[in-house]
């Protein structure tokens, strides 16, 4: 069974990033005083790095972005499995002599 991970606010996540990032203390002080992993911290860490344009990655526009267009390759190609199905049908029921 896995365990779905705690969401938080945004406004939360960028609050401990900023704390992280004035030096406020240890990274693993810090998600102790906030009440997260520090395994979470570090994933935040990373995910402000890759927004800020520090680190190399698909930022959340980038993502979100990748998201809508497999959503619309997923329906042209249903619409495209319609369509083949669709000529199929009307090439077999237009045979003359039946």
Do not use: C
Request: without cysteine; charged residues 35%.
């Amino acid at each position: 069974m896995s365990v779905m991970a705690k969401a938080y606010p945004k406004e939360f996540r960028d609050d401990v990033v900023a704390v992280v990032r004035k030096g406020q203390g240890n990274a693993s002080q810090i998600a102790k005083d906030f009440g997260i992993s520090e395994g979470t911290l570090s994933n935040w860490l990373k995910r402000a790095d890759i927004e800020d344009g520090n680190r190399p990655g698909a930022n959340d526009a980038d993502r979100r972005e990748l998201r809508e267009a497999n959503k619309r390759i997923r329906l042209l190609e249903q619409e495209n499995e319609v369509l083949r199905r669709a000529a199929a049908y009307l090439s077999q029921a237009n045979l003359p002599g039946k």
